[in-house]
């Protein structure tokens, strides 16, 4: 196993509990120990953990920039599948809209260039990507998210407003069959669904991280929405899968 997939794995773990052991790595990874102890140490040399004994803690001094990386570590490869087959749907000479989040920073990443798009986002990093790239870009103003760097309030929401797409891209915290899609600010879930009231077509980028899980805000989504998740979402919850499909379009990326 290369040592990318590892550090998702080692970072996926940590995510789910503050502190783990090598044992608990070794059982759930299927390596040796002395490679589990040698990516330790690289991931505490990104400031991505903190090496304990016997094993490893989530880092209790991290910065925005950090805390930001952890997440666009966390099941990478996934967001870039999802991310890579939704490039596709993007048409040319089009304004569309962008959320902040880390599976919606790998489309940026992979946006035509050529295509002449405008792209109008409320993340501070992706603007920044996508200025690099050379395509054109609205950032909505306002307050900050810290951790996110995500900008999200009514300052935000009334700029979106006056904005129309032709699509909306956007990422989500949690899908649960019973409480629907959720997020983590009521800003930012207010934001979601303006931005999907002014778009023509509407996709939502999630990985299988987000199958079961229930954050604090609810997000309504119109029945033209499209949700696209990577395929291991069916093998880890076919159940769930199967009874999510019945309620939105989903598509499986393989």
Do not use: W
């Amino acid at each position: 196993m290369l040592f990318q997939h590892r550090k998702e794995k080692i970072l996926e773990r940590l995510a789910e509990k503050s502190t783990i052991s090598i044992q608990e790595l070794e059982t759930a990874i299927g390596v040796s120990e002395s490679t589990l102890r040698r990516d330790l140490v690289a991931l505490e040399k990104e400031g991505l953990l903190k090496r304990v004994h016997g094993g490893a803690t989530t880092p209790t001094n991290l910065n925005k920039e950090q805390k930001m990386a952890q997440k666009e570590s966390i099941n990478q490869s996934a967001k870039i599948k999802v991310a890579k087959h939704v490039s596709t749907l993007v048409e040319k000479e089009t304004q569309v809209y962008i959320d902040a989040g880390t599976t919606t920073l790998e489309l940026v990443r992979l946006l035509p260039t050529e295509k002449n798009l405008k792209l109008v986002t409320n993340g501070i990093d992706h603007a920044l990507l996508a200025l690099n790239r050379g395509i054109e870009v609205t950032l909505l103003g306002g307050m900050v998210k810290r951790n996110t760097h995500a900008i999200a309030d009514m300052t935000a929401y009334k700029q979106l407003s006056k904005i129309n797409f032709s699509a909306s891209f956007m990422g989500m915290n949690g899908l649960h069959e019973n409480q629907g899609l959720t997020t983590t600010n009521i800003d930012e879930a207010t934001l979601k669904e303006c931005a999907m009231d002014q778009s023509q077509n509407i996709y939502l980028l999630m990985d299988d991280t987000k199958i079961d899980q229930v954050y604090e805000f609810k997000v309504d989504l119109p029945t033209s929405a499209k949700i696209f998740i990577n395929q291991e979402a069916a093998t880890k919850h076919p159940q769930k899968i199967k009874k999510l499909k019945v309620k939105y379009d989903i598509e499986m990326i393989e």
